[in-house]
């Protein structure tokens, strides 16, 4: 039986291509030629140059040319590898992203400076203590009104940098304190 002479030494016989399970010769990557051929063009479209035999001979300032030419011929679409860039989910499920839709549809979209200290006073008032964090009724204010700018509130002519400023500046209806740690607490008068 005659058996025809193989120039290819790197070519291992009765072996399956991992790319298309199929008992082809292959390589050393253990792709057959059709296999090797899609990597190599994924490789390219992909810019992973290093690792492209293809690339390897191509001069810097062509590389980006040999790609368009794989993506027009062959087209954008990877053939073997899966795509390194996986579309983000558009509609998040965590726990976190819902209470956030959650807080974005109610909030209140139109108010007024008014509207703000109101419901920083019926907060505090709610909690039944006599001294409340001020960090929770940051979160409550920020939650409750839409974009919430405390440069935007209180009289014109008046640039607040923090709502505790805001807040502080209306001593007849709140008290502001600070404790020994840094942590401000507040109540209404």
């Not at 991992?18 to 008992?23: E, K």
């Amino acid at each position: 039986m005659d058996y025809p002479e193989d120039d290819r030494p790197d070519e291992l016989i009765d072996t399956f291509c991992v790319g298309c399970d199929l008992p082809l010769p292959v390589n050393d990557l253990r792709l057959c030629d059709a296999c090797f051929a899609k990597l190599e063009r994924d490789l390219i479209r992909s810019r992973d140059w290093d690792y492209s035999v293809t690339a390897f001979g191509v001069a810097p300032d062509q590389l980006e040319a040999l790609r368009e030419r794989v993506i027009r011929n062959y087209g954008a679409a990877y053939e073997l590898i899966e795509s390194p860039k996986k579309p983000k989910n558009k509609r998040s499920h965590s726990r976190n992203t819902q209470r956030k839709r959650e807080i974005a549809a109610q909030v209140v979209r139109d108010y007024s400076t008014d509207d703000v200290l109101q419901t920083a006073d019926d907060f505090i008032r709610a909690q039944n203590e006599e001294w409340v964090n001020f960090s929770r009724v940051s979160q409550c204010l920020y939650e409750t009104f839409y974009h919430l700018k405390p440069k935007r509130l209180g009289e014109p002519g008046k640039k607040y940098k923090s709502l505790l400023k805001f807040l502080a500046d209306y001593p007849t209806r709140f008290e502001v304190k600070c404790d020994a740690a840094g942590v401000y607490w507040i109540r209404p008068r």
